[in-house]
């Protein structure tokens, strides 16, 4: 049973922020001047129906939209007050800072359990052993994986269900010790239990990294977040306290597409 203690996110530090951010495909403006805090150790969910550029703006937070081809970025994206887009600054190590967990499930084909938890790592050049695997149980713990694996780490990731499969890829992503974690649609791609279960590692990894969440499951996201923000068109409509959103937003738009009048 998932409990979500509220909490008051002006408390709370600014660990991720835009400041009018704009993204492009071509000539295409997909993300227009948002301007969006992401409070340390809360989770913001972000919403909005297909196409209002939610995906890209989450990919934004850690370079991966400039991989486009044709794609670019103007404005401003800083971690703990530090632009990431910063002349000189590397994208790879950026996303060591700021992991990614996508829709579909994606752990590295050829390796097994743990190799695939510690690939970041062994990227990063660590080789002793006994860190290795020390990381690996730490990080499959944290995903709430640990227990049902730990017996056969040696067999294939792809071998895993698709919930466990998600969580081993949130593993991987823990495992480079990221103060920020992005999730574009999480469980999507998931049954209902999957889906609980990893609605329930998202509040409880909270304690450790700040969490910027895509969903269209507005259940979902009144669930797991504490705060949310509303997207349109490429724009930013509103962002508030979860409750807020969903019981008194400002903006009428906000309120049809949470009634479901529109979306």
């Known amino acids: 049973m998932i409990s979500k203690q509220p909490v008051d996110a002006t408390l709370a530090p600014v660990e991720l922020e835009t400041r009018n951010l704009q993204a492009w495909f071509g000539d295409f403006h997909a993300v227009k001047g948002v301007s969006l805090a992401a409070p340390r150790n809360l989770v913001t969910a972000l919403i909005g129906p297909s196409g209002c550029g939610k995906s890209t703006f989450i990919r934004c937070l ?14 401003e994206v800083r971690l703990e007050g530090d632009d990431i887009y910063a002349r000189g600054k590397d994208p790879v190590a950026v996303r060591r800072k700021i992991g990614m967990v996508f829709q579909k499930p994606n752990p590295f084909p050829g390796l097994s359990i743990q190799e695939n938890v510690v690939a970041g790592l062994r990227l990063a050049g660590v080789r002793n052993r006994v860190v290795l695997n020390e990381v690996a149980e730490k990080s499959l713990r944290q995903a709430a994986l640990w227990d049902e694996v730990k017996d056969k780490l040696k067999a294939p990731g792809t071998s895993l269900s698709g919930g466990q499969q998600q969580r081993l890829c949130i593993a991987r992503a823990l495992a480079v010790a990221p ?11 998931l049954d209902p239990i999957s889906t609980a279960k990893i609605e329930e590692l998202v509040l409880d990894l909270k304690k450790e990294v700040t969490v910027v969440m895509v969903t269209h499951n507005m259940q979902q996201a009144a669930r797991v977040s504490d705060r949310t923000a509303f997207f349109l068109l490429g724009e930013l409509v509103e962002s508030g306290d979860t409750s807020t959103i969903f019981t008194n937003p400002r903006d009428t738009r906000t309120e049809q597409y949470i009634t479901g009048r529109f979306g």
């Open 62 to 75: 850690n370079r991966l939209h400039e991989e486009v081809e044709g794609a670019r970025v103007s404005g």
């Open 179 to 189: 103060p920020v974690l992005l999730m574009d649609e999480p469980t999507s791609a």
